[in-house]
């Protein structure tokens, strides 16, 4: 449970907020990095621990882009696919991951590494086109460093590295 295995941690976000309720989403990125995704009993526990009803805390796991109801890889691919990406190569860059991992945009593969998703603007038009791997930003993709960005990816879950895909570990 949770409140057992990070109540430090828990702890020490809920004393951040005068209000319980406002800690949702950082209780929700430490159950979504244990579980891998929050399911309905995963949504219960942080409602249980914030003592909030289970319908608030499932909107907010339900809004969020970055929460994942249903399970996703170690590493969630994010390729914005928005105006300024596709005039400089997402269409080039998607097909490509699909066709290196096997799956679709929208699909995890089969060993369970990696989420293929296209989302709308993540803010680097600047370096279209970009994709985000677990919040780490990627500018100026083209399908020719998608081996050695896969290959890297492939040796940081192999080398058993702390991987987040909330956001819990993201820079402030």
């Known amino acids: ?6 109540a430090a941690e828990i702890a020490g976000v809920l004393a951040r907020y005068p209000i319980k309720n406002s800690a949702v989403l950082p209780l929700c990125y430490i159950a979504q990095d244990e579980y ?3 399911s309905i009993d995963h949504i219960q526990e942080v409602a249980d621990i914030l003592e909030m009803p289970y319908t608030d805390v499932y909107e907010v796991a339900t809004f969020y882009s970055l929460l994942y109801t249903e399970p ?27 066709d290196r991992l096997g799956i679709r945009a929208g699909e995890t593969t089969s060993d369970k590494l990696f989420t293929l998703q296209r989302v709308k603007c993540i803010g680097a038009c600047h370096r279209a086109p970009v994709m985000q791997a677990n919040l780490e930003f990627l500018g100026d993709v083209t399908p020719d460093k998608v081996p050695g960005i896969l290959e890297d990816m492939v040796q940081k879950a192999q080398s058993g590295a702390t991987l987040s895909i909330s956001g819990r570990f993201a820079e402030q």
């Not at 449970?1 to 990070?6: F, G, R």
């Open 36 to 38: 891998g995704h929050l």
């Open 72 to 98: 996703v890889g170690q590493w969630v691919l994010q390729v914005c696919d928005d105006n300024p990406c596709c005039f400089t190569g997402t269409e080039e860059l998607v097909a490509d991951l699909e």
């Open 1 to 6: 449970m949770l409140s057992d295995k990070y």
